[in-house]
């Protein structure tokens, strides 16, 4: 079945730790997606990407980084520097831009500090 | 801009109808709705684009109004199934590469 998978599902950061969260799709979507969830918030784009070897920043960046070296695959490093890492990680993909046509999500990674 | 979201919380008993409404202050090129269980992912509903049309999926349809900039989402006859947080994701006309999300409307179905 094709999807989304997200991993881990739980993750814990130490201080001062990088920590990297996998999103692999095999939906052949071209555009990918990481979004921010915090409780009681809705969703805050941190990076896309429409291309493989391109992406842009979205509104939450800061502290984050990406790559996409592959169109399956779409990873999110939460570094030292974004001192409030603690929050659901979702990422998403779709054809297309993603605004004309539905955005595909995994299941999650919940990250905590330790 | 963020999309504003009314009412923020819904409760009904099973049967019931609801309207949940997405509001922009800048003109819109799509609205999104997805539906998003306690702890998973969100789930995909319906796309509307600008050209104020309405949709329909089993019980539940939306609208979209260009002229006030904002799209109605219709739950009729609620099931147990539809509890959940529904999110609506609007991509602007000046910027139609992401969406921009409201901050959601908890509803709550009881028997």
């Known amino acids: 079945d094709g999807g989304i998978t997200q991993s881990p599902k739980y993750l814990f950061r130490k201080e001062g730790q990088n920590v990297t969260l996998s999103c692999e799709q095999n939906?052949?979507?071209?555009?990918m997606y990481w979004y921010r969830q915090d409780p009681g918030q809705g969703l805050r784009l941190i990076y896309y990407?429409?291309?493989?070897?391109?992406?842009q920043k979205g509104d939450i960046a800061e502290g984050y980084s990406v790559s996409r070296e592959k169109k399956e695959s779409f990873p999110l490093t939460v570094t030292s520097a974004q001192k409030n890492p603690t929050a659901f990680y979702l990422c998403?993909?779709?054809?297309?831009?993603?605004?004309?046509?539905?955005?595909?999500f995994g299941d999650g990674t919940r990250l905590s500090i330790l | 801009q963020q999309p504003v979201q009314s009412p923020q919380a819904v409760i009904l008993r099973e049967g019931e109808d609801a309207v949940i409404n997405c509001s922009s202050s800048?003109?819109?090129?799509?609205v999104h709705w997805y539906r998003q269980k306690h702890g998973e992912a969100p789930v995909f509903l319906m796309i509307?684009?600008?050209g104020g049309e309405q949709k329909g999926h089993d019980k539940i349809s939306a609208s979209f109004n260009e002229k006030k900039q904002q799209s109605s989402l219709y739950l009729t006859a609620s099931q147990l199934s539809y509890s959940g947080t529904y999110f609506c994701?609007?991509?602007?006309?000046?910027?139609?590469?992401?969406?921009?999300w409201g901050l959601g409307t908890s509803l709550a179905v009881n028997p």
């Open positions: 998403a993909s779709s054809t297309g831009t993603g605004v004309i046509q539905p955005q595909h």
């Open positions: 939906l052949n979507h071209d555009a």
């Open positions: 990407s429409q291309i493989v070897n391109d992406f």
């Open positions: 800048k003109a819109l090129y799509s």
């Open positions: 509307l684009l600008k």
């Open positions: 994701g609007t991509a602007n006309a000046g910027n139609n590469r992401k969406l921009i």
